[in-house]
């Protein structure tokens, strides 16, 4: 697994410094009889059925971080890169492309950079996120990420009805330094209905629940701005207020919720830093678009 590891970290680009980080604490799980027990037990349940118990091999990676005095983060990030080697398996047999392979197990990366970011951790803390990729229930297609889902609402617009049972795609963006343009949103949507064309029936449609779709942005924003941009490309069915404002990591990069003490450093933190000081609220809307 070492080996696989290497390989690993050197074809999604990891950073020299983050792919000796890891590969150290790795080898300090294999040298410890416990901390080894446990990663081959977790890796054990996922090579056994897709349908293993998530939770469980989470838990066995946080128990060999606490008898290594490691942070949990880390050998969480790392049980699931360990999976990857799998996963490419079964993508595999499934004729899945090796691009949407890359593209959907990059967010491990774009994860822990988020995570060095705002908890100086090399890891991850979102690892029930991650559950979704190697279960092989969200896939990366071009900019943005996907997985199916019933609407749970109903809609109807240009005599196109959804109804609470209607499979649609859930759209996720992730935080992989792409702009948010309409050139990649529109070429991920196509790559999308086209993977999915045998999953979705008609009317195709996506939906998607995000800060970047908050209502707000109306008055905040340029009309300029690829976020705004974006919102155009959805009709917005919903919206609400993140409690304690939560969501300003993913503008801020940091954990501070103060807004006086905010950075500026970008036209969209400069944007939310006055409405924030303004009394305003961080939100999200939900949005719908038809193939």
């Not at 500026?264 to 830093?273: D, F, G, I, P, W």
Request: include cysteine; charged fraction near 30%; aromatic fraction near 16%.
């Amino acid at each position: 697994m070492r080996q696989y590891l290497e390989a690993f970290f050197e074809e999604f680009e990891y950073e020299k410094e983050d792919k000796e980080y890891l590969l150290s604490v790795y080898d300090k799980i294999c040298a410890d009889e416990f901390a080894a027990s446990c990663f081959k037990e977790a890796i054990g349940l996922y090579d056994l059925t897709i349908e293993c118990d998530y939770r469980r091999i989470i838990n066995l990676a946080e128990m060999a971080a606490k008898k290594l005095y490691l942070y949990e983060y880390t050998t969480e990030l790392l049980v699931f890169c360990c999976l990857t080697k799998k996963l490419k398996e079964r993508y595999d047999e499934k004729g899945i492309s090796k691009e949407i392979f890359v593209t959907t197990i990059k967010d491990f990366r774009y994860q822990m950079e988020v995570c060095k970011q705002i908890r100086g951790i090399t890891g991850t803390f979102c690892s029930d996120w991650c559950i979704g990729f190697v279960a092989m229930t969200r896939f990366g297609i071009g900019r943005f990420q996907y997985e199916v889902i019933k609407f749970n609402a109903d809609y109807t617009k240009g005599g196109k009805t959804l109804t609470p049972q209607s499979l649609v795609l859930n759209v996720h963006i992730p935080a992989s330094g792409q702009p948010l343009s309409q050139e990649l949103a529109l070429d991920s949507f196509e790559r999308a209905k086209e993977f999915y064309k045998d999953i979705i029936g008609e009317p195709f449609a996506f939906k998607c629940s995000s800060w970047l779709l908050y209502p707000e942005h109306e008055q905040m924003l340029s009309h300029e701005s690829n976020i705004y941009r974006f919102m155009q490309m959805f009709d917005i069915i919903g919206y609400g207020i993140k409690k304690n404002n939560g969501d300003l990591y993913r503008i801020f990069g940091t954990d501070e919720l103060r807004p006086e003490f905010l950075p500026e450093k970008t036209s969209l933190q400069r944007a939310y830093k006055k409405h924030l000081l303004n009394g305003g609220k961080t939100g999200y809307g939900v949005g719908v678009r038809f193939g």
